[in-house]
């Protein structure tokens, strides 16, 4: 010990923190002790020459600062605390490393008792504060903060004596850095319990001035500084200033003052700390200041062309309201309250009255709907003077429609008002109670002006207001209200007026859901029987009304067997598509909507699923015509891939998605596994209650018939959509029997749906079979047979495709091997281009299969970890076909080999342009080297999809990644000229122009040689055709015309 302390005591500057360290250690682990420490130093410490007594103290310092709280024993801490102390009244050039020192132990919180008492009295005694440096000032804070902290009961006792010495330590304070630790620790002392009575205005005094703060950090800070924020200095003051009632004479004058500010910030500052102070001061604190508050809360709201100040004046409002809400009343005299409020009656209610201005009524109606909104009381009051002027105004006939529709807004905000109180269920205490028939009256009345759109509008949002009014609505005027909607959506053309429309009946349903069930669904069940019978439009209109109002389970329950039943009563021919279709359409919109709760979802599951399996069974098993079921079926053995039933199976397969998704794991769902594998794999239609030949039904086997097997849509929308928890019976008897059909069908919809199946089983199992895999794989082989029909192989792309991006997801060890297929059809002419846009399937999200929202496996960061794995091979492959086509065309001219080269490689960069536009910035900045000489050569491709997709990726490039797209300026700028005048595709035109434009981001010096002849090229496409070609035009020649200048 005595030898580290002597080597730091030399100059050595370079040695004294590995010496600390070492001296900490020496301590921690037992070898010595704190107190032997300072045995050490005694003799330095005891020196004559203050030089040399500083260095042991800053060795304390530093020591005490690091070692760990428990090699510190409390009665060596009270011989440090005491020697400390005297430090302080020695030489001013030691206090710096003492109060280091001390902030180091008062933050242990275990001081002997006293020891608090001592170090506040000496260093109030001792240390003038102010005079002090930024640190040792902060220093002074932090040991404050500190014994206020660990010792609050014995400074407490010290009183006045220690609220006045820290008022005069914090006075003066400057710093931001150290004002932050000062309002933490004002804070502290107001809640601790002080008595401030007697320094209350010199305590507000020393931090009221720095209100308003306006303070911005230089820009020229190091990284490793601690930024101080506007706003944490402003949050910090404003917790003093709201801190105490004793504040309140003092604070709210001076935020009235910076109120009648110029300075916006200073206004929005004060009316926040007003608004925080309403949190803290009673009604007896602010009664003296409320006319003036209120005089500058109108003057803003009237005057201020800030939207924030306007929304913080209302809040502010609100909050004074609710304070004097507080106030107890006297039956002898007026509450104030009730004198606040004619205040605001008197100001505000004449806008009201006569020929309304819009401005000055609008505003004025804002500000007493700010004080109902604050407290039952002040709803009561304001309500009650507002309505009955509002109603009799729509009474006057010289009344513009401007006006009336200003005054509706109003009532209607007065209204809705009210249900933000509770009143007590006696129609009698309620502000409307007296005005309820004559509201109803106007409401539903202007319903029925079809001339004043506007008005319909208002009336919507009011009868929407009126069915949030609870019990103060009887039963008949609930039904008079219902009735004026019904007569309002048979009569209703306007779009616009049509959803408000949906929207108040939705409203409706869930307020009064007996009243809907009662009267409203009936007159919507006659119009949809009658569906054929009325036009479009209306059939639109009653299906939209259906599906509004499903909001309740009582209400859900009844529409969606109205909707099944019209599903499965009508028979599935061109005239009756389109009902059934609609007729789904609405269930899926009413399913989609009612999802989050439980047990909607279950009702959904035991009321929809099985009867929309049931559907598509008879679709696939009964055609509706003994000769064709529609146009494009010439006959019961040739149906083709745009018949009828296989849109109605698409939007079943949504709606079984939707309900199989949120179905929690439990016995409906077993049920649904259960009942599916009797109908696929048992071929038992008996669930479903449909008699027939089992041998007649098998949706595995492809036949002439296809409809069957579209029937694995089914599968593909619930076993691969149910939680991952939800075991379904023999899936390994699934996945073969859904191999062989892909191997056998070539019906598109069929072998998709089969693909995806697959996929997602594959994805959800555990651990996926290897040996299944391995058949994939050797099904693959038959890409590469040129015996095998063309359909039969564009179904075991598709399953190879999908079954890919199964194990991508999941990160398989078998992906790389089934990527490597895919890798080797690049080369072929046929299914090259195929196997290269399979990538884009591969890494887009999939909102059918293998998805989050099907509870898919998904993996992190899989799309990087894809990328990681197949960059190499799409880099290796593009040059080496780059290679074969130079030595091709060197010694012999164009052939088919030499086309089929190009073709090849384009097909890596197309599959490269899906993989970046999947891919995360930072992945792709770090393969850029690499990568920009293949996007570069890709411009010379005539594919409009893949120049799109290149182009995007090097205009994102060009603002993110400058450095790397700086060497290659001359040839993209010629590129991108080129593709502005591309004719096949209007969006690589539009791309191309938008990259030229984000080119002038680049350096000056680069750019600026090209501007002439830009510009003069880019001419040519202010003339293009498409608008939005001359619009992305336009903004490039602008940019390019602006280059370079000051």
């Known amino acids: 010990m005595e030898e580290l302390v002597q080597k730091y005591l030399k100059d050595d500057e370079n040695e004294k923190d590995s010496l600390v360290k070492d001296i900490i250690l020496a301590i921690s682990t037992g070898s010595g002790s704190i107190l032997q420490l300072m045995e050490t130093l005694h003799h330095d410490l005891t020196s004559t020459d203050v030089d040399v007594r500083l260095k042991p103290v800053n060795l304390l310092a530093a020591v005490l600062s690091d070692l760990h709280p428990s090699c510190l024993k409390s009665k060596e801490s009270a011989v440090i605390i005491e020697f400390l102390c005297q430090r302080l009244q020695d030489h001013f050039s030691l206090q710096s490393p003492t109060l280091k020192c001390l902030v180091a132990l008062s933050s242990r919180g275990d001081l002997q008792v006293g020891a608090a008492e001592s170090i506040i009295k000496i260093l109030f005694k001792e240390v003038h504060v102010p005079s002090c440096m930024q640190s040792d000032r902060r220093n002074v804070y932090e040991l404050l903060a500190n014994l206020l902290e660990h010792s609050t009961t014995e400074v407490r006792n010290l009183g006045d004596e220690f609220v006045y010495g820290v008022i005069t330590a914090v006075d003066g304070e400057q710093d931001p850095r150290n004002l932050l630790k000062v309002f933490d620790l004002l804070y502290s002392v107001v809640r601790s319990g002080f008595d401030l009575s007697k320094f209350a205005e010199e305590f507000f005094e020393v931090v009221g001035c720095y209100f308003p703060i306006d303070f911005h950090p230089p820009s020229d800070l190091s990284e490793n500084k601690v930024v101080i924020t506007n706003k944490e200095l402003v949050i910090g003051l404003r917790r003093v200033l709201t801190s105490s009632l004793l504040f309140a004479p003092f604070c709210i004058p001076l935020m009235i003052e910076k109120l009648e500010s110029d300075v916006q910030s200073a206004k929005i500052d004060a009316i926040l700390t007003l608004k925080s102070c309403m949190n803290v001061y009673s009604s007896e604190d602010i009664k003296s200041h409320v006319k003036s508050l209120w005089i500058c809360i109108r003057k803003e709201v009237l005057s201020s062309n800030s939207k924030e100040i306007e929304e913080a004046c209302h809040d502010l409002l609100k909050r004074i309201v609710l304070v004097l809400s507080k106030a107890p009343v006297e039956v002898s005299k007026k509450s104030e309250l009730d004198v606040f409020l004619e205040d605001v009656k008197v100001s505000c209610l004449p806008h009201l009255v006569d020929h309304l201005q819009e401005v000055m009524a609008w505003s004025s109606s804002k500000l007493m709907i700010s004080c109902s909104e604050a407290s039952k009381r002040s709803c009561e009051i304001i309500v009650s003077s507002m309505v009955p002027v509002l109603l009799k105004s729509q009474d006057k006939k010289d009344m513009m429609i401007a006006e009336k529709r200003l005054a509706m807004e109003v009532l209607v905000n007065a209204v809705k008002s009210t249900s933000l109180h509770e009143f007590k269920d006696d129609m009698g205490s309620h502000p409307l109670s007296e005005h309820k028939n004559d509201l109803i009256e106007l409401f539903c009345g202007r319903l029925s002006l079809n001339e004043f759109v506007h008005l319909r509008t208002i009336a919507l949002a009011g009868v929407a207001a009126l069915c949030n009014l609870g019990l103060l609505i009887t039963p008949s005027e609930q039904i008079t209200i219902v009735h004026s909607l019904i007569n309002c959506l048979n009569n209703e053309k306007d779009t616009a007026i049509l959803n408000d429309l949906h929207m108040t009946c939705g409203f409706l349903s869930s307020k009064w859901p007996d009243v809907a069930i009662a009267h409203l669904l009936p007159v919507l069940k006659i119009s949809l029987t009658g569906i054929f019978s009325i036009n479009q439009q209306d059939k639109t209109k009653c299906l939209s009304t259906i599906c509004s109002i499903s909001t309740r389970i ?493």
Request: aromatic share 6%; proline share 4%; charged share 20%.
């Open 554 to 1046: 009582e209400v859900t329950s009844i529409t969606c067997d109205l909707l099944m039943e019209q599903v499965l009563s009508r028979n599935v021919d061109e005239k009756n598509v389109s009902t059934i279709l609609a007729c789904l359409d609405s269930l899926y919109v009413i399913v989609k909507g009612n999802v989050k709760d439980k047990s909607t979802v279950d009702h959904f599951a035991n009321v929809l699923v099985f009867p929309l399996i049931e559907t598509c069974v008879k679709l696939s098993v009964v055609p509706s015509l003994p000769e064709q079921c529609c146009s494009t079926c010439s006959d019961l053995q040739s149906f083709s891939s745009n018949c009828i039933t296989w849109p109605i199976m698409q939007k079943a397969c949504e709606i079984l998605r939707t309900i199989c998704q949120q179905l929690e794991p439990g016995k409906i769902a077993d049920n649904i596994c259960v009942n599916l594998k009797k109908i696929f794999l048992d071929c038992d239609l008996v669930s479903l209650d449909i008699k027939i030949d089992k041998s007649t039904f098998n949706p595995f086997l492809f036949t002439k018939l296809p409809l069957q097997t579209r029937l694995i849509s089914i599968l593909t929308a619930t076993i691969c959509a149910f939680h991952n928890k939800v075991l379904f019976p023999s899936p390994d008897t699934f996945l073969e029997k859904l191999l062989h059909l892909c191997g056998e069908t070539i019906d598109q919809p069929s072998y998709a749906s089969a693909s995806k199946c697959i996929a997602g089983i594959i994805n959800k199992q555990k651990e996926p079979s290897t040996a299944f895999l391995d058949k994939v794989l050797q099904i693959s082989d038959c890409l590469f047979d040129d015996s095998v029909l063309v359909e039969s192989k564009v179904a075991i792309l598709s399953l190879i495709v999908w079954v890919t991006k199964a194990l991508v997801i999941r990160s398989h060890s078998y992906t790389m091997r089934y990527a490597d297929i895919l890798f080797q059809l690049f080369a072929t002419e046929k299914w090259g281009k195929m196997a290269a846009d399979s990538f884009d399937i591969i890494l887009r999200d999939s909102e059918e299969v293998l998805s989050t929202s099907c509870h898919a496996v998904v993996r992190l960061m899989y799309k990087q970890r894809f990328f990681q794995s197949v960059l190499p091979k799409l880099t290796t492959g593009f040059h080496d076909t780059e290679e074969k086509q130079k030595s091709m065309m060197e010694t012999e001219p164009v052939t088919e080999n030499s086309n089929l080269l190009s073709q090849t490689k384009a097909n890596y960069l197309t599959a490269l342009s899906h993989l970046l536009r999947y891919l995360p910035k930072q992945v792709l900045n770090q393969h850029l080297s690499s990568l920009l000489p293949m996007l570069i050569k890709s411009l010379n491709s005539d594919e409009g999809p893949l120049l799109v997709s290149v182009l995007s990726t090097l205009y994102n490039l060009t603002q993110e990644a400058k450095s790397s797209v700086e060497p290659h300026v001359d040839m993209l700028l010629e590129h991108f000229v080129r593709l502005s005048d591309f004719k096949a595709n209007m969006h690589v035109r539009i791309q191309a122009l938008k990259c030229i434009g984000v080119m002038t981001l680049l350096p000056v010096s680069l750019v600026l040689p090209h501007k002439k002849k830009t510009i003069r090229l880019l001419s040519c496409t202010l003339d293009d055709k498409k608008r939005l070609v001359r619009k992305e035009a336009v903004k490039a020649r602008t940019e390019w015309c602006l280059l370079g200048d000051v």
